[in-house]
Protein backbone atom coordinates (compact mmCIF):
# COMPACT_ATOMS: atom_id res chain seq x y z
CA UNK A 1 0.00 0.00 0.00
CA UNK A 2 2.99 2.43 1.04
CA UNK A 3 4.39 1.99 -2.44
CA UNK A 4 1.12 2.78 -4.05
CA UNK A 5 0.76 5.92 -2.43
CA UNK A 6 4.60 6.85 -3.03
CA UNK A 7 4.04 6.09 -6.97
CA UNK A 8 0.78 7.95 -6.76
CA UNK A 9 2.39 11.11 -5.47
CA UNK A 10 5.73 10.64 -7.81
CA UNK A 11 3.17 11.01 -10.78
CA UNK A 12 1.82 14.30 -9.77
CA UNK A 13 -1.25 13.14 -8.22
CA UNK A 14 -0.72 14.82 -5.12
CA UNK A 15 1.44 18.51 -6.20
CA UNK A 16 -0.90 18.90 -9.47
CA UNK A 17 2.64 18.51 -11.32
CA UNK A 18 0.84 16.26 -13.94
CA UNK A 19 -0.93 19.76 -15.06
CA UNK A 20 1.71 21.56 -15.08
CA UNK A 21 4.29 19.68 -17.18
CA UNK A 22 3.63 16.96 -19.86
CA UNK A 23 1.91 13.43 -18.85
CA UNK A 24 3.94 10.09 -18.79
CA UNK A 25 3.51 8.28 -21.79
CA UNK A 26 0.89 5.21 -20.94
CA UNK A 27 3.34 2.57 -21.16
CA UNK A 28 5.83 3.93 -18.72
CA UNK A 29 2.46 4.41 -16.45
CA UNK A 30 2.05 0.66 -16.67
CA UNK A 31 5.37 -0.47 -16.19
CA UNK A 32 5.50 1.60 -13.16
CA UNK A 33 1.75 0.09 -11.73
CA UNK A 34 3.43 -3.05 -12.41
CA UNK A 35 6.11 -2.89 -10.38
CA UNK A 36 4.23 -1.36 -7.24
CA UNK A 37 1.65 -4.32 -8.01
CA UNK A 38 4.73 -7.18 -8.08
CA UNK A 39 6.67 -5.20 -5.01
CA UNK A 40 3.55 -5.36 -3.04
CA UNK A 41 2.36 -9.05 -3.61
CA UNK A 42 6.27 -9.81 -2.91
CA UNK A 43 5.84 -8.52 0.72
CA UNK A 44 2.15 -10.10 1.10
CA UNK A 45 3.89 -13.19 0.54
CA UNK A 46 6.98 -12.36 2.70
CA UNK A 47 3.92 -11.70 5.21
CA UNK A 48 2.51 -14.38 4.99
CA UNK A 49 5.01 -17.10 5.26
CA UNK A 50 6.37 -15.32 8.01
CA UNK A 51 3.47 -17.02 9.64
CA UNK A 52 3.70 -20.44 8.71
CA UNK A 53 7.69 -21.21 8.67
CA UNK A 54 8.57 -22.30 12.41
CA UNK A 55 11.45 -20.82 13.16
CA UNK A 56 13.97 -23.37 14.68
CA UNK A 57 16.24 -21.49 17.61
CA UNK A 58 20.39 -21.70 16.60
CA UNK A 59 21.53 -25.07 19.44
CA UNK A 60 25.07 -24.94 20.36
CA UNK A 61 25.13 -28.67 21.09
CA UNK A 62 23.85 -31.39 19.08
CA UNK A 63 20.44 -32.40 20.29
CA UNK A 64 21.81 -36.40 20.58
CA UNK A 65 24.32 -34.63 23.36
CA UNK A 66 21.49 -32.75 25.05
CA UNK A 67 18.78 -35.81 25.20
CA UNK A 68 20.67 -38.71 25.52
CA UNK A 69 21.63 -40.95 28.39
CA UNK A 70 24.44 -39.39 30.07
CA UNK A 71 25.47 -42.13 32.69
CA UNK A 72 25.57 -44.93 29.80
CA UNK A 73 26.87 -44.96 26.55
CA UNK A 74 24.39 -47.78 24.93
CA UNK A 75 24.03 -47.72 21.48
CA UNK A 76 20.34 -49.42 20.10
CA UNK A 77 19.70 -50.91 16.64
CA UNK A 78 16.06 -51.43 15.62
CA UNK A 79 16.07 -54.06 12.79
CA UNK A 80 12.46 -54.54 10.79
CA UNK A 81 12.22 -57.63 8.53
CA UNK A 82 9.35 -58.42 6.29
CA UNK A 83 8.99 -62.37 6.15
CA UNK A 84 7.40 -63.75 3.37
CA UNK A 85 3.84 -65.12 4.66
CA UNK A 86 4.78 -68.57 4.11
CA UNK A 87 7.93 -68.49 5.90
CA UNK A 88 6.87 -66.91 9.11
CA UNK A 89 7.38 -69.70 11.26
CA UNK A 90 10.17 -71.07 9.91
CA UNK A 91 12.00 -67.43 10.25
CA UNK A 92 11.20 -67.66 13.65
CA UNK A 93 12.31 -71.00 14.54
CA UNK A 94 15.22 -70.14 12.78
CA UNK A 95 15.82 -66.96 15.24
CA UNK A 96 14.95 -69.10 18.34
CA UNK A 97 17.34 -71.59 17.73
CA UNK A 98 20.39 -69.04 16.56
CA UNK A 99 20.50 -65.80 18.10
CA UNK A 100 20.63 -66.89 21.94
CA UNK A 101 23.95 -68.65 20.89
CA UNK A 102 25.34 -65.36 19.94
CA UNK A 103 24.34 -63.96 23.73
CA UNK A 104 26.32 -67.05 25.22
CA UNK A 105 29.40 -65.98 23.89
CA UNK A 106 30.92 -63.08 26.76
CA UNK A 107 32.86 -61.11 23.95
CA UNK A 108 30.23 -59.64 22.23
CA UNK A 109 29.17 -56.35 23.87
CA UNK A 110 25.75 -56.50 22.44
CA UNK A 111 22.66 -57.76 24.09
CA UNK A 112 19.03 -58.61 22.87
CA UNK A 113 16.45 -56.05 24.50
CA UNK A 114 13.50 -57.71 22.52
CA UNK A 115 12.04 -59.70 19.48
CA UNK A 116 8.55 -59.35 18.61
CA UNK A 117 6.16 -60.32 15.53
CA UNK A 118 3.84 -57.81 14.56
CA UNK A 119 0.21 -58.82 15.78
CA UNK A 120 -1.29 -55.62 14.25
CA UNK A 121 0.24 -53.19 11.79
CA UNK A 122 2.03 -54.44 9.17
CA UNK A 123 1.95 -58.20 8.49
CA UNK A 124 3.93 -60.59 8.65
CA UNK A 125 7.16 -58.33 9.95
CA UNK A 126 9.91 -59.16 12.78
CA UNK A 127 10.83 -56.46 14.85
CA UNK A 128 14.26 -57.12 16.85
CA UNK A 129 16.43 -54.62 19.46
CA UNK A 130 19.38 -54.66 20.24
CA UNK A 131 21.96 -52.55 23.03
CA UNK A 132 25.60 -52.50 21.91
CA UNK A 133 27.38 -51.72 25.49
CA UNK A 134 29.79 -48.92 24.32
CA UNK A 135 28.49 -47.11 21.51
CA UNK A 136 29.57 -47.36 17.67
CA UNK A 137 33.03 -48.74 18.95
CA UNK A 138 30.83 -51.73 20.59
CA UNK A 139 29.11 -51.88 17.65
CA UNK A 140 32.01 -52.04 14.93
CA UNK A 141 33.64 -55.10 17.34
CA UNK A 142 30.40 -57.15 17.11
CA UNK A 143 29.91 -56.88 13.29
CA UNK A 144 33.88 -57.77 12.65
CA UNK A 145 33.33 -60.51 14.86
CA UNK A 146 30.37 -61.92 13.50
CA UNK A 147 31.86 -61.64 9.94
CA UNK A 148 34.24 -64.53 11.18
CA UNK A 149 31.61 -66.58 12.91
CA UNK A 150 30.54 -69.08 10.48
CA UNK A 151 27.57 -70.43 12.31
CA UNK A 152 26.05 -66.62 12.11
CA UNK A 153 27.10 -66.16 8.21
CA UNK A 154 24.90 -69.57 7.61
CA UNK A 155 21.95 -68.33 9.61
CA UNK A 156 22.22 -65.17 7.28
CA UNK A 157 22.23 -66.53 4.00
CA UNK A 158 19.46 -68.91 5.04
CA UNK A 159 17.03 -66.03 6.46
CA UNK A 160 17.92 -63.82 3.58
CA UNK A 161 15.94 -66.16 1.29
CA UNK A 162 13.11 -65.78 3.79
CA UNK A 163 12.53 -62.09 3.84
CA UNK A 164 10.66 -59.72 1.32
CA UNK A 165 12.77 -56.57 2.60
CA UNK A 166 14.54 -54.91 5.82
CA UNK A 167 15.78 -52.14 7.48
CA UNK A 168 17.49 -50.88 9.99
CA UNK A 169 18.13 -47.37 12.45
CA UNK A 170 20.37 -47.13 15.11
CA UNK A 171 19.33 -45.32 18.52
CA UNK A 172 20.01 -43.53 21.54
CA UNK A 173 17.58 -43.76 24.55
CA UNK A 174 16.09 -40.33 25.92
CA UNK A 175 17.39 -39.43 29.37
CA UNK A 176 14.40 -39.52 30.77
CA UNK A 177 12.34 -42.74 29.75
CA UNK A 178 13.08 -45.74 31.62
CA UNK A 179 15.36 -48.25 30.75
CA UNK A 180 14.42 -50.82 28.71
CA UNK A 181 14.84 -54.43 31.23
CA UNK A 182 13.76 -57.89 30.81
CA UNK A 183 10.27 -58.18 32.57
CA UNK A 184 7.94 -61.44 32.72
CA UNK A 185 4.74 -61.97 30.85
CA UNK A 186 2.52 -62.53 29.67
CA UNK A 187 2.39 -58.87 27.70
CA UNK A 188 1.80 -57.63 24.52
CA UNK A 189 3.67 -54.60 23.03
CA UNK A 190 3.29 -51.55 21.26
CA UNK A 191 5.52 -49.44 19.11
CA UNK A 192 4.60 -46.31 18.92
CA UNK A 193 7.06 -44.54 15.97
CA UNK A 194 6.66 -40.80 15.01
CA UNK A 195 8.28 -39.20 11.96
CA UNK A 196 9.31 -35.95 13.58
CA UNK A 197 9.74 -32.49 11.78
CA UNK A 198 13.09 -31.32 11.54
CA UNK A 199 14.32 -29.00 13.51
CA UNK A 200 11.57 -30.11 16.44
CA UNK A 201 13.39 -32.86 18.54
CA UNK A 202 14.27 -30.60 21.21
CA UNK A 203 10.47 -29.42 21.37
CA UNK A 204 9.68 -33.25 21.36
CA UNK A 205 11.65 -33.95 24.67
CA UNK A 206 11.42 -30.65 26.53
CA UNK A 207 7.18 -31.82 26.02
CA UNK A 208 7.95 -35.27 26.78
CA UNK A 209 10.22 -35.11 30.55
CA UNK A 210 7.11 -33.73 31.68
CA UNK A 211 4.45 -36.18 29.89
CA UNK A 212 6.45 -39.67 31.28
CA UNK A 213 5.13 -39.11 34.43
CA UNK A 214 1.70 -39.36 33.76
CA UNK A 215 2.06 -43.05 32.09
CA UNK A 216 4.04 -44.33 35.12
CA UNK A 217 1.32 -46.11 37.00
CA UNK A 218 0.72 -49.43 35.24
CA UNK A 219 4.47 -50.16 34.62
CA UNK A 220 3.85 -49.46 31.09
CA UNK A 221 6.84 -47.55 29.87
CA UNK A 222 9.61 -49.60 28.70
CA UNK A 223 11.67 -47.42 26.58
CA UNK A 224 12.20 -44.29 24.33
CA UNK A 225 14.68 -43.61 21.56
CA UNK A 226 15.41 -41.60 18.70
CA UNK A 227 17.25 -42.30 15.47
CA UNK A 228 21.13 -41.61 14.56
CA UNK A 229 21.65 -43.25 11.20
CA UNK A 230 18.82 -44.30 8.66
CA UNK A 231 15.44 -42.52 8.74
CA UNK A 232 16.30 -39.78 10.66
CA UNK A 233 13.83 -37.59 12.81
CA UNK A 234 12.35 -40.76 14.08
CA UNK A 235 10.89 -41.58 17.52
CA UNK A 236 10.35 -44.64 18.68
CA UNK A 237 8.36 -45.47 22.02
CA UNK A 238 7.68 -48.78 23.57
CA UNK A 239 4.94 -49.72 25.77
CA UNK A 240 3.95 -53.17 27.52
CA UNK A 241 0.64 -53.97 28.57
CA UNK A 242 -1.39 -57.07 29.79
CA UNK A 243 -3.96 -56.95 26.65
CA UNK A 244 -5.57 -54.59 25.00
CA UNK A 245 -8.33 -53.66 26.78
CA UNK A 246 -5.83 -52.92 29.29
CA UNK A 247 -4.02 -50.84 26.94
CA UNK A 248 -7.04 -49.05 26.24
CA UNK A 249 -7.88 -48.57 30.22
CA UNK A 250 -4.25 -47.07 30.66
CA UNK A 251 -4.31 -44.78 27.95
CA UNK A 252 -7.89 -43.75 28.87
CA UNK A 253 -6.31 -42.81 32.76
CA UNK A 254 -3.81 -40.58 31.30
CA UNK A 255 -6.40 -37.96 29.68
CA UNK A 256 -7.71 -37.78 33.35
CA UNK A 257 -4.44 -35.98 34.78
CA UNK A 258 -4.32 -32.37 34.64
CA UNK A 259 -1.49 -31.38 32.49
CA UNK A 260 -1.52 -34.50 29.81
CA UNK A 261 -4.16 -32.76 27.54
CA UNK A 262 -1.89 -29.76 26.96
CA UNK A 263 1.12 -31.56 26.28
CA UNK A 264 -0.43 -33.65 23.84
CA UNK A 265 -1.81 -29.97 22.15
CA UNK A 266 1.74 -29.05 22.16
CA UNK A 267 3.01 -32.13 20.39
CA UNK A 268 0.67 -33.20 17.76
CA UNK A 269 1.82 -30.14 15.85
CA UNK A 270 5.62 -31.59 15.53
CA UNK A 271 4.60 -34.94 13.96
CA UNK A 272 5.14 -35.43 10.89
CA UNK A 273 3.38 -39.13 10.27
CA UNK A 274 3.31 -41.70 13.06
CA UNK A 275 2.74 -45.57 13.28
CA UNK A 276 1.08 -47.47 15.98
CA UNK A 277 2.60 -51.81 16.23
CA UNK A 278 1.08 -54.42 18.74
CA UNK A 279 3.84 -56.92 18.73
CA UNK A 280 3.89 -60.40 20.61
CA UNK A 281 7.11 -61.22 21.94
CA UNK A 282 8.98 -64.40 20.92
CA UNK A 283 10.00 -66.80 23.32
CA UNK A 284 13.63 -66.06 23.23
CA UNK A 285 12.30 -62.66 24.45
CA UNK A 286 13.64 -60.60 27.51
CA UNK A 287 10.91 -58.65 27.47
CA UNK A 288 7.70 -61.01 27.69
Known sequence: MATRVLLRRSLGGAGGLDRAGPRLPARGSLALRELASSTNRAGEDSWLKSLFVRKVDPRKDAHS???????????????????????????????????????????YPCALVGTWNTWYGEQDQAVHLWRYEGGYPALTEVMNKLRQ???????????????????????????????PVPREGPNIYELRSYQLRPGTMIEWGNYWARAIRFR?????????FFSQIGQLYMVHHLWAYKDLQSREDTRNAAWNKHG?????????????????????????????
Open 65 to 107: NLLAKKETSSLYKIQFHNVKPEYLDAYNKLCQEVLPKIHEEKH
Open 149 to 179: NKEFTAFRKERGNMLLSRKNQLLLEFSFWNE
Open 216 to 224: QDNNEAVGG
Open 260 to 288: WDELVYYTVPLIQEMESRIMIPLKISPLQ
